[in-house]
T-cell receptor
Framework: AQSVAQPEDQVNVAEGNPLTVKCTYS??????LFWYVQYPNRGLQFLLK??????LVKGSYGFEAEFNKSQTSFHLKKPSALVSDSALYFC?????????????FGTGTRLKVLA | ETGVTQSPTHLIKTRGQQVTLRCSSQ?????VSWYQQALGQGPQFIFQ???????GRGNFPPRFSGLQFPNYSSELNVNALELDDSALYLC????????????FGPGTRLLVL
């Protein structure tokens, strides 16, 4: 079965420290991978995506993610966390072919950056 | 450039009723997807429409149906509402050639009593 796993419900990090939010996936073929962020009472915002090419992708607000095919992981990272980064983060994957696409989201990881 | 808008913002229905939710996609975006997000969960993919045709569907029963109009706006219809249908319903639009990048609306919160 196709799935996305975010093993941590919450990640706490001190402001200025590096942060990592973990994601692993299980899909057939070559998946498209995404990270989205959700702030309270707002819709999801696109952060970054991996389709092909360089395993390290850079996105909005200084975030980056590393695609690791052998470990089927796509962890979100940021070198120096800000209090304003505190939000709910979702990893997602698009599977299937045109006409039969499925988008699968993880259950989310709440990031709390402490001042 | 206007973002994705959804209406209504909140809705209360009773079990067995039918509901229609509406979405206006971002300017020029011809692909629309719908998601159900239950409290404390990640979004669950319902279906996607591209140029008025269904372009993918998640594991939702047929009582969840949709439409996309020539102006690319979209409707989600849910028949025979059940208590478990209570959730935030999100619409997302995208634009070729980057159809995989989705821009989400604020959602419609549906409560089924």
């Amino acid at each position: 079965a196709q799935s996305v796993a975010q093993p941590e419900d919450q990640v706490n990090v001190a402001e200025g420290n590096p942060l990592t939010v973990k994601c692993t996936y299980s899909v057939s073929g070559n998946p498209y991978l995404f990270w989205y962020v959700q702030y309270p009472n707002r819709g999801l915002q696109f952060l970054l995506k991996y389709i092909t090419g360089d395993n390290l992708v850079k996105g909005s607000y200084g975030f980056e993610a590393e695609f690791n095919k052998s470990q089927t992981s796509f962890h979100l990272k940021k070198p120096s966390a800000l209090v304003s980064d505190s939000a709910l983060y979702f990893c997602a994957v698009r599977a299937g072919l045109s006409g039969t696409y499925k988008y699968i989201f993880g259950t989310g990881t709440r990031l709390k950056v402490l001042a | 450039e206007t973002g994705v808008t959804q209406s209504p913002t909140h809705l209360i229905k009773t079990r067995g009723q039918q509901v229609t939710l509406r979405c206006s996609s971002q300017s020029g975006h011809n692909t629309v997807s719908w998601y159900q997000q239950a409290l404390g969960q990640g979004p669950q993919f319902i279906f996607q429409y591209y140029r008025e045709e269904e372009n993918g569907r998640g594991n939702f029963p047929p009582r969840f149906s949709g439409l996309q109009f020539p102006n690319y706006s979209s409707e989600l219809n849910v028949n025979a509402l059940e208590l478990d249908d209570s959730a935030l319903y999100l619409c997302a639009s995208s634009l070729p050639p980057n159809q995989e990048t989705q821009y989400f609306g604020p959602g419609t919160r549906l409560l089924v009593l």
